[in-house]
């Protein structure tokens, strides 16, 4: 079965350091892969993706995604993680059939992030 | 741009009654989805569309859910009758015609069902 994995339920991280939540995924062929944003009260924000070319994807408020793969994964970082990046983050990949691609999400269980002051 | 507005943002009712949800999609995109997220399930995908013709509704959880789309700039959720495990937080979500298929999504529905 096509799926996400999101193997942390929460990332703790000092305001200043760098940030990685983690993803890995299960689809035939080649992933589009995609991260999005939740904040309290509010609906998922697209953050970046992966359709092809270069493995490390640069996305929104500094954030980037590095795709791997032969560890079927899809990291995200930031190298300076704000107080203000504390949310649940959600990884994503786009189902698969034999022809292409759907435009059906698979989304993970998400990872909430808290940076601490 | 306004986005993807949903309507109601918030709304109480009681067991049994029937409950309505909307959604406007952002103009010119012809997808549109209907997710579901709980903190039991977390984010599941209960129908989406393509122009305006429902593609998938195998996460419609029973026949008491229906959902319709009469037209690109609108469509409804249904729940009749309402239960207490119908509480959760519904979004709408569009995306436009490209190979991408970027979702985006709207502020969400919080339904609670007393």
């Known amino acids: 079965a096509q799926s996400v994995a999101q193997p942390e339920d929460q990332v703790n991280v000092a305001e200043g350091n760098p940030l990685t939540v983690k993803c890995t995924y299960s689809v035939s062929g080649n992933p589009y892969l995609f991260w999005y944003v939740q904040y309290p009260n509010r609906g998922l924000q697209f953050l970046l993706k992966?359709?092809?070319?270069?493995?490390l994807v640069k996305g929104s408020y500094g954030f980037e995604a590095e795709f791997n793969k032969s560890q079927t994964s899809f990291h995200l970082k930031k190298p300076s993680a704000l107080v203000s990046d504390s949310a649940l983050y959600f990884c994503?990949?786009?189902?698969?059939?034999?022809?292409?691609?759907?435009?059906?999400?698979?989304f993970g269980t998400g990872t909430l992030l808290a940076v601490q002051p | 741009d306004a986005g993807v507005i949903q309507s109601p943002r918030h709304e109480v009712t009681e067991m049994g009654q029937e409950v309505t949800l909307r959604c406007k999609p952002i103009s010119g995109h012809d997808y549109l989805f209907w997710y579901r997220q709980t903190m039991m399930r977390g984010l599941e995908l209960l129908i989406y569309?393509?122009?305006?013709?429902?593609?998938?509704d195998s996460g419609m959880p029973e026949d008491r859910f229906s959902a319709k789309m009469p037209n690109a700039s609108f469509s409804t959720l249904k729940i009749q009758p309402s239960e207490p495990r119908d509480s959760a937080v519904y979004f709408c979500?569009?995306?436009?015609?490209?190979?991408?298929?970027?979702?985006?999504f709207g502020e969400g529905s919080r339904l609670t069902v007393l």
């Open positions: 994503a990949v786009r189902e698969m059939y034999d022809g292409g691609a759907t435009n059906k999400l698979i």
């Open positions: 979500a569009s995306s436009p015609p490209t190979e991408t298929g970027e979702l985006f």
């Open positions: 569309f393509n122009n305006n013709v429902p593609i998938d």
């Open positions: 992966y359709i092809t070319g270069d493995n």
